[in-house]
């Protein structure tokens, strides 16, 4: 069930970016891949890992939450990545929060569990393309070579000195998700247009 408790249109943190976006992508020609991902629902979802809930949660969403440090999991429009020991986000298509949030709360029952809506904390940012890796390698501390990044990895981390969440994503061409506050997605916007100014991209 889509959510209908807003009677505002929604607004993204990067409406004004799009064009910019969208032309830096064709004027790179074909090196990499720039869009915002807008609307997607992120639920912050903590909970015993070794306990019933953590099943629960994983047969009510035909997805298993990942127990591996720094993982994802991926099932149809649904991705899962782990935060810590207890903790895990939740991202799905635009409109899903209630229907998943439901989904849970009614699997775990009396299981301790907590799901907080942080879709309005972050904005998902889609960096895609052949040099994918080396233009967030300008900003990132991580190493980023497939080897110790891969797809279905994720990471807590920094770019341009802005916190983010980084995600491989599990199909080569899919590139990564970089998850950034609201607040910074303008900034970390600005940042990877100017940084990929060496693939023929134009502020």
Known sequence: MADTALSVPLRSPLTDAADRLA??????GGAVRLAELRFLTQLNVRLDAKGAAADAVGLALD???P???N??????ELTALWLGPDEWLLVGPPGSRSDLESRIRTAVEDEPVSVTDVSAQR????????RARDLLAHGCSLDLHP???GAGRCAQTTLARAQIVLVARDEPRA???VLVRSSFAGYLTDWLLDAAAEWGLDR
Not at 23 to 28: D, M, N, P
Not at 71 to 76: E, K
Not at 123 to 130: D, F, I, K, Q, S
């Open 67 to 69: 127990l591996e440090p």
């Open 71 to 76: 993982t994802v999991v991926r099932a149809g």
């Open 147 to 149: 080897r110790a990044f």
């Open 123 to 130: 904005t998902a940012l889609l960096v895609a393309g052949p």
């Open 63 to 65: 997805l298993q939450l």
């Open 175 to 177: 590139g990564f998700w």
């Open 23 to 28: 032309a830096a992508t064709r004027a790179s």
